[in-house]
């Protein structure tokens, strides 16, 4: 389905891009669509298919950070999950190929991670734009 070092690489060239060093950690689950729903409706309130939820673990602009991590020195972002389904569908729509697809869906759940939204058109178009940098870092041509 999906090859675990091609996505490995894609998040390491996002967190290097971003300034993140390591020790990190961030998990990335591809399932199905049914699951996303799901999940979508658990944590967001919102009862819709989407192509990818981000679930952080750095504190955010806002928000409480009382959450206690280990005093291990590893900097742990939180999980990304990617509808599979979704992505092969959003790709045929697009014109191009799942795997740019993936890309882009795993590239925009770890800027999500890093505290980037799209709520704001301003937020939108900075996140847009990095998306696209690092779209075209981690597959060129």
């Known amino acids: 389905m999906v090859d ?3 996505v490995r690489r894609i998040a390491q060239t ?14 990335l689950v591809f399932t199905d669509s049914e699951t996303v729903k799901q999940l979508n409706r658990d944590y967001r309130g919102v009862d819709e298919p989407t192509d990818v939820l981000a679930f952080y673990m750095l504190p955010q602009k806002g928000a409480d950070d ?21 992505a092969v569908e959003q790709a045929k729509e697009q014109g191009h190929s799942p795997e740019r697809e993936l890309a882009l869906l795993v590239i925009h759940g770890i800027l999500h991670l890093l505290g980037y939204d799209h709520e704001e058109p ?19 041509g």
Request: proline content about 11%; some cysteine.
């Open 4 to 6: 675990e070092d091609w």
């Open 14 to 27: 996002v967190l290097k891009a971003e300034g993140v060093a390591p020790p990190y950690e961030v998990g």
């Open 66 to 86: 009382s959450f206690a991590l280990p005093p291990d020195g590893v900097t742990r972002l939180g999980e990304v999950i990617i509808s599979y389904p979704q």
């Open 122 to 140: 301003e937020e939108e178009s900075k996140m847009r734009e990095r998306e696209r940098e690092l779209l075209e870092r981690c597959l060129p």
